[in-house]
């Protein structure tokens, strides 16, 4: 399974970017996929997943710290999967992951990373 991610930027506080992530390869088996990011000397943190593959079922979680502002979707063909962030603030600064995962919770694969920084 490949994951290609993209849409990281450097945007003001208050601002919005969307993040892209396209599988590829072997997604049979992919049940889910989600968004994490790292910053400096932390360790990798969810910030939103939504059940994928087969299932039209869209099961989502958030971490508390972005709920109400961040949306996770998937696209019909459910090979793409999308994070809109809105009213970003300035810790919201990090490199997001996007990850693919067999089982709720479990990552199995992860993409590049793509940096977001917020700020002024």
């Known amino acids: 399974v490949q994951l290609q991610a993209s849409g990281g930027g450097l945007v003001q506080p208050g601002g919005s970017l969307r993040l892209s992530c396209a599988a590829s390869?072997?997604?049979?088996?992919?049940?889910?996929m989600g968004w994490y990011r790292q910053v400096p000397g932390k360790q990798r943190e969810l910030v939103a997943r939504?059940?994928?593959?087969?299932?039209?079922?869209?099961?989502?979680n958030y971490a508390d710290s972005v709920k109400g502002r961040f949306t996770i979707s998937r696209d019909n063909a459910k090979t793409t999967v999308y994070l809109q962030m809105n009213s970003l603030k300035p810790e919201d600064t990090a490199v997001y992951y996007c990850a693919a995962e067999r089982t709720w919770g479990a990552p199995n694969y992860w993409g590049q990373g793509t940096l977001v920084t917020v700020s002024s």
């Open positions: 390869g072997n997604i049979f088996g992919i049940n889910v």
């Open positions: 939504i059940t994928a593959g087969a299932t039209t079922v869209r099961l989502t």
